[in-house]
């Protein structure tokens, strides 16, 4: 038996708001303007944005990450600043196991927004939330251990490095292979 997704699309923190599924689609343009601004800087981290990328692919990623039909197992927030509704990074939720539940996160920030703390606010409250109100028993995030920028930011939301894999992927320009920390925030599970 199969069961049905229950997790919010709308999340608020005390600056921002995390928003997924097709409502994503009325800041499109915003997004889109935002994510190009920054390639230069999510392209060292993360290979989608190699390999050619244009805004079509991006209005494609879009359309394709908020289609709730299609993504049983994967959930994207897009995070925007609550006074300003200034698009300002993602987050995503893949891999979601619930049977456990559990899942993998992801994050990236666009370049006009970092170092300002946002990332760390909406990680700590999405986990908060899978945790308390999901139940969820693990969160676990895999992090190219050359990134120590985002390494700072989830030792900052107190997850746990349980280990690092080696040889475990490609870099984002697919050149080389890397190792990656493996961090966790995990629940005591016990059994009756």
């Known amino acids: ?17 995390l928003l997924a599924g097709d409502q ?3 800041y499109k343009r ?13 392209s060292n981290w993360i290979a989608f944005f190699n390999n050619d990328f244009d805004s079509n692919k991006l209005d494609e990623f879009i359309k394709k990450t908020t289609d ?6 994967y959930l994207r927030y897009f995070i925007f600043e609550k006074e300003s509704h200034r698009f300002v990074g993602s987050i995503v939720l893949q891999d979601i196991d619930t049977r456990l539940p559990s899942c993998e996160i992801g994050y990236w920030t666009v370049a006009a927004a970092q170092g300002n703390g946002y990332m760390t606010e ?11 109100k999901q139940h969820f028993v ?11 920028k985002s390494i700072a930011t ?23 292979l890397i190792n990656e920390a493996i961090y ?4 005591p599970v016990y059994f009756k």
Not at 31 to 41: A, G, L, N, P, Y
Not at 68 to 73: F, G, V
Not at 138 to 148: M, Q, S
């Open 1 to 17: 038996m199969k069961k049905e997704r229950t997790i919010d699309l709308t999340l608020e923190t005390s600056r921002l708001i």
């Open 24 to 26: 994503v689609l009325t």
């Open 30 to 42: 915003t997004i889109i303007d935002e994510i190009m601004k920054s390639v230069d800087t999510l």
């Open 68 to 73: 709730l039909h299609t993504n049983e197992r």
């Open 122 to 132: 909406a990680i700590r409250f999405i986990t908060r939330y899978l945790i308390e």
């Open 138 to 148: 693990r969160v676990e995030a895999y992090i190219d251990v050359k990134n120590v």
């Open 154 to 176: 989830i030792e900052r939301c107190d997850f746990e490095r349980e280990g690092t894999l080696k040889n475990a992927d490609l870099s984002a320009d697919q050149s080389t």
């Open 184 to 187: 966790a925030i995990t629940t």
